[in-house]
């Protein structure tokens, strides 16, 4: 039995009463539920190729995701690294499914490492509109940044501020915004004893302030009409119900919304408590908020067109599209060219620190430019010029960094896919494909 300290025993009693407590606890001495979403930008169905081993019932609150059963390890997979799923607790997938982006939005996830909401949001936006994903620390933007890329994403921005620079830029922007929280983390009790270790009765309190924080600053950047999501994983309602009710005394123009998700409860009250012993995931907290349309509206970045990209005359882009494939609005910089999310402004990015621009197509200069491993991740095999299907162990062997002696194929760059998922980029030469899969990336 996982030992609990004796206040937090005290407050969740006193939220669930006895016998819920005691569900809850015998909850938490059971196998931990693990599920993954299929990449729905190159599995628009979401059904996941046959070589994805250890799937069970789907999980009903989130588009292209299942349960993963006892003992299976898809994570050892070349097609986990080929992204065409991500591993994600379950119960954390309802706040995406609540704040139902759209393709063609403008979505801001400000709390959003290390990815698993983002790439949600991502996948659900087709890949159309603009997504700004925000990691204040910088050490956790990187990962955020390579989960991006690993999932093809093609319209993100990725940036690492503190949210009141970001509210300084994008005034009443936003069509949605996602505040996944930073919390006091009851949810992960049974995964991480060090969550529990630095849990203490003042946590709660403490945490509640930053978000109150977080909330004022995105209340700023949501266009009026917008929908607002709140999220923790955690139970206290110091950190739920009372943030909201003190946001919403301070902001009268929002209120919650009542929502549904498949598979749970009505939220009739515009949230949801989800906890362990009453469904298939670690817990979570989840509400929608509405601005009224009628909210007073700054003047908005989102009513100019973005400034003219800087001409794409000095990096080409080499030779490995299919030619009904083509990328618009290209932005060099840094020896880099870029194909810019639609309706960005530049100018909206000067002075933060960001990470990506949308994708990466191309590294190099006039002389010699290389296609990026970015844009291998976003392409499916019949985009690319020349692309060759790898079986398992060719492609674990490629993901190692060694080079691969496939027969005689066609000159220069070849995307290299495994069931159909594209993991990155080779160069045909003398007989053997080259390899150019990111040394960093690369399986031991």
């Not at 588009?63 to 986990?80: C, I, K, M, T, W």
């Not at 909401?117 to 990962?143: D, F, H, W, Y």
């Not at 002696?405 to 980029?425: F, K, M, N, Q, R």
């Amino acid at each position: 039995m996982i030992q609990l300290p004796q206040a937090y025993i005290a407050q969740m009693k006193r939220l669930l009463g006895e016998a819920g407590f005691f569900a809850y606890e015998r909850a938490l001495s059971q196998p931990v539920t693990r599920a993954l979403r299929i990449n729905l930008l190159t599995h628009p169905d979401g059904m996941p190729p046959r070589a994805v081993e250890g799937l069970g019932e789907r999980v009903p609150w989130a588009q292209g995701a299942y349960f993963v059963e006892d003992g299976a390890r898809p994570g050892l997979s070349p097609l986990h690294e080929g992204g065409l799923f991500y591993l994600q607790e379950p119960s954390a997938m309802t706040a995406v499914s609540a704040l139902s982006p759209q393709p063609g939005e403008r979505v801001l996830d400000l709390c959003a490492a290390p990815g698993g909401k983002s790439t949600q949001i991502a996948a659900l936006m087709q890949g159309r509109g603009l997504l700004v994903c925000n990691e204040p620390v910088p050490s956790r933007a990187q990962i955020l940044s390579r989960n991006v890329e690993r999932m093809g994403v093609p319209n993100a921005v990725v940036v690492s501020a503190m949210p009141d620079q970001l509210a300084a830029r994008f005034p009443a922007y936003f069509d949605r915004i996602l505040v996944d929280a930073p919390c006091s983390g009851e949810g992960m009790f049974r995964r991480q004893e060090e969550a529990r270790a630095e849990w203490n009765e003042h946590t709660p309190r403490g945490c509640a302030e930053r978000q109150l924080e977080i909330l004022a600053e995105a209340a700023k950047m949501l266009a009026p009409g917008g929908a607002l999501v709140y999220s923790t994983c955690t139970f206290n309602d110091t950190e739920n119900e009372g943030v909201l009710e003190r946001f919403l005394g301070a902001h009268p123009e929002f209120a919650l919304e009542p929502f549904a998700l498949c598979g749970l409860p009505p939220a009739e009250k515009g949230y949801l408590h989800l906890y362990p012993h009453e469904m298939r995931g670690e817990g979570h907290f989840v509400s929608l908020l509405r601005k009224s349309a009628d909210a007073p509206s700054a003047e908005s970045p989102r009513r100019k067109e973005s400034r003219r990209p800087r001409a794409a005359e000095t990096i080409a882009l080499p030779d490995v599209l299919a030619p009904s494939v083509s990328f618009e609005r290209l932005h060099v910089a840094g020896g880099c060219l870029w194909s810019l999310p639609q309706g960005l402004n530049l100018e909206q990015l000067e002075g933060l620190r960001v990470l990506r621009t949308g994708l990466l197509l191309v590294r190099g200069d006039a002389k010699r430019a290389e296609p990026d491993h970015a844009l291998a991740m976003a392409l499916r095999p019949e985009q690319a010029r020349h692309s060759v299907e790898l079986n398992e162990a060719q492609a674990l062997l490629y993901q190692a960094g060694e080079a691969l002696d496939l027969g005689d194929l066609p000159a220069g760059y070849t995307l290299i896919c495994h069931e159909g998922v594209s993991l990155g980029w080779g160069k045909q030469a003398g007989g053997m494909m080259k390899n150019h899969y990111p040394k960093g990336l690369r399986r031991r």
